[in-house]
């Protein structure tokens, strides 16, 4: 079983930052993605950022040059620096670990709440 811990959510001005982190412990195969989506209400889950065990980040267009991800291997630990929020940003993050082998496996945060007001 694998079990995901986040923290660091919360409420801020637009303009200012935040720094989310996600603990992943259990049976995680040693090569893997860990990354963070977010949902704003009345809309999908979208990817915000992704990394590789090997550290090739991916992010999404509209977090590019403001957030940063970053990872821990010997921890199991993904970090998210969210800098020049914006009201938009504002969602439910959720932490993810995933890889494949043969089939793919995916494992979920319980997510926490970022509000950035205007």
């Known amino acids: 079983q694998v079990q995901l811990v986040e923290s660091g959510g919360g409420l801020v001005q637009a303009g200012g930052s935040l720094r989310l982190s996600c603990a992943a412990s259990g049976n995680i195969f040693s090569f893997n993605t860990m990354g963070w989506y977010r949902q704003a209400p009345g809309k999908q889950r979208e990817l915000v950022a992704e990394?590789?065990?090997?550290?090739?980040?991916n992010y999404a267009d509209s977090v590019k040059g403001r957030f940063t991800i970053s990872r821990d291997n010997a921890k199991n630990t993904v970090y998210l620096q969210m800098n020049s929020l914006k009201p938009e940003d504002t969602g439910v993050y959720y932490c993810?670990?995933?890889?494949?082998?043969?089939?793919?496996?995916?494992?979920w945060g319980q997510g926490t709440q970022v509000t950035v007001s205007s």
């Open positions: 993810n670990v995933n890889w494949r082998r043969i089939a793919r496996y995916d494992y």
């Open positions: 990394i590789t065990t090997g550290v090739t980040t």
